[in-house]
């Protein structure tokens, strides 16, 4: 037991994910804020300071501080959802008489974009393998039976395994995310389950509208 609990993955690495989430989101235009701009960083902070001081590594977790990690995972997603909403508003309507300017609306969409890639990746992290608390405790054989997602270390024979133990962690799924909001596919690692692969595929066309529309609009404005 005491050896599962050192292997036990930390929360911190997720909760900077977290803090550089909301440093994006309070930094972006106030026109395409969600609510109040306290809101988000509140909520969010309400729930995943307890969990750090409460339950900073991920061993045999309770449901409710599982649910409270991926309450906070929902809340990102819910809020930077918004953040493209309303920006898409503000670009097809006509009725706004101060428009974002090019620069402010570039900036953004890059905020939006990083906050998608380290929303996706909590997600994953989250999913895979019924998540950071039940992974390393599954056994070599049983990997990928029980994975989301296939990873190219998964694929290696067992008695290269015994020499190079290797479970993912939070940084693999950042890179997951990271590729697929780039190529809007999978690269080096595949989605096993409907839940992984419809959970790329969110990611990919939140990705796709960010990039296409609007980056693109913002690119079309700096230079007319």
Request: proline fraction near 8%; glycine fraction near 6%; avoid cysteine.
């Amino acid at each position: 037991m005491q050896q599962a609990a050192a292997q036990a993955e930390p929360r911190w690495h997720a909760a900077l994910g977290v803090a550089a989430a909301i440093v994006f989101y309070v930094t972006l235009p106030p026109k395409i804020v969600v609510g109040p701009l306290w809101l988000m960083p509140a909520l969010v902070g309400v729930i995943l300071i307890p969990l750090i001081v409460i339950s900073p590594r991920r061993h045999h977790e309770s449901p409710l501080h599982r649910g409270m990690s991926i309450f906070t995972v929902v809340l990102l997603n819910v809020f930077n959802v918004g953040t493209v909403v309303t920006l898409l508003l503000q670009i097809v309507s006509v009725h706004h008489r101060k428009p974002i300017g090019g620069e402010q609306l570039l900036l953004a969409a890059v905020e939006i974009w990083l906050t998608n890639v380290i929303v996706y990746a909590l997600w994953f992290w989250e999913i895979d393998g019924h998540g950071p608390d039940v992974r390393p405790r599954t056994q070599n054989e049983q990997e990928v039976r029980r994975a989301d997602f296939l990873f190219p270390q998964m694929a290696l024979t067992p008695e290269v395994r015994e020499h190079y133990p290797w479970r993912p962690g939070f940084l693999d799924y950042v890179f997951l995310s990271f590729t697929n909001a780039t190529a809007f596919s999978p690269t080096d690692t595949f989605p096993l389950t409907g839940i992984a692969k419809v959970m790329m595929m969110a990611e990919a066309l939140t990705s796709l509208v960010t990039i296409a529309v609007v980056a693109g609009r913002a690119i079309n404005i700096m230079g007319s």
